[in-house]
C-alpha cells in the first residue's frame, strides 16, 4: 500500500523559476494538505483541501498555488520560486467527519527544495 | 502566534530511563491533540493523541497526559530505547477530523545506549 507519495523527492531550482510539486493518496481521504518545515518553526500548513474543487488557505499560503481536481492528487505550485521558499515539503491526507479513527494525519516522504 | 509551542528543543536520556516531552497551547478551542515522531528523511508519523475529555492516554510504552487548566500536555516514555531517538512533534485541533493540525516546533530526542 502506498499511502502518500510526493515527487520529486529533491529539487534545486533558481530564484524565479517555477515548478510543481505532485502529490497522491491511495486511501481514498477527503482532505489533502500541505505544510512546510523549517528549523526552530515546527509545521506550517500552508494550503489544504476537504474535497475535489475544494481548497483554502493555512498559516503560509503566499507565493503558493494549489488545485484539486481528484481525490487522490492535490499538487502545490510555486509561481515563482524565492530563497526563503527554501525547505522540506510534506503532503498530509485524513478522512474527514466522524470516524472510529484516530483523526490523525497521514505523511508522505517529504520533498526538500532548495531555491538559489 | 505560536498557538502551539514545544520549549525544549532537545532531550537527551539513558537508555531504559524514562522520556518527558513537554508541550504548551494557547488556544483553549483546541480539543483534541496528538504526538508525533519523525526520523530523518521520512515524514511524520502519527504516535498518540488524546481528546480533551480525557487527561491521560496510554498505548504501551507511551502515555500522553494533558492538563486542561494549564494548557499543558506531556508524552511520557517508559522505558526509553535507543530507537526512540527521532524529533517529537506535538500538535493541536478542533475536533477530531484530523485537519488543520497545528504543530509545535518539535524537540529532537537522543536515548543513549
Known amino acids: 500500500n502506498a499511502g502518500v507519495t510526493q515527487t520529486p523527492k529533491f529539487q534545486v531550482l533558481k530564484t524565479g523559476q517555477s515548478m510543481t510539486l505532485q502529490c497522491a493518496q491511495d486511501?481514498?481521504?477527503?482532505?489533502m494538505s500541505w505544510y512546510r518545515q523549517d528549523p526552530g518553526m515546527g509545521l506550517r500548513l500552508i494550503h489544504y483541501s476537504v474535497g475535489a474543487g475544494i481548497t483554502d488557505q493555512g498559516e503560509v499560503p503566499n507565493g503558493y498555488n494549489v488545485s484539486r481536481s481528484t481525490t487522490e492528487d492535490f499538487p502545490l505550485r510555486l509561481l515563482s520560486a524565492a530563497p526563503s521558499q527554501t525547505s522540506v515539503y510534506f503532503c498530509a491526507s485524513s478522512y474527514l467527519g466522524s470516524c472510529s479513527c484516530t483523526g490523525e494525519l497521514f505523511f508522505g516522504e517529504g520533498s526538500r527544495l532548495t531555491v538559489l | 502566534d505560536q498557538q502551539v509551542k514545544q520549549n525544549s528543543p532537545s532531550l537527551s536520556v539513558q537508555e531504559g530511563r524514562i522520556s518527558i516531552l513537554n508541550c504548551d497551547y494557547t488556544?483553549?478551542?483546541?480539543?483534541?491533540f496528538l504526538w508525533y515522531k519523525k526520523y530523518p528523511a521520512e515524514g511524520p508519523t502519527f504516535l498518540i493523541s488524546i481528546s480533551s475529555i480525557k487527561d491521560k492516554n496510554e498505548d504501551g510504552r507511551f502515555t500522553v497526559f494533558l492538563n486542561k487548566s494549564a494548557k499543558h500536555l506531556s508524552l511520557h516514555i517508559v522505558p526509553s530505547q535507543p530507537g526512540d531517538s527521532a524529533v517529537y512533534f506535538c500538535?493541536?485541533?478542533?475536533?477530531?477530523?484530523?485537519?488543520?493540525?497545528?504543530f509545535g516546533e518539535g524537540t529532537q530526542l537522543t536515548v543513549n545506549p
Open positions: 486511501m481514498n481521504h477527503e482532505y
Open positions: 500538535a493541536a485541533s478542533k475536533g477530531t477530523s484530523g485537519s488543520r493540525l497545528t
Open positions: 488556544n483553549s478551542m483546541f480539543d483534541y
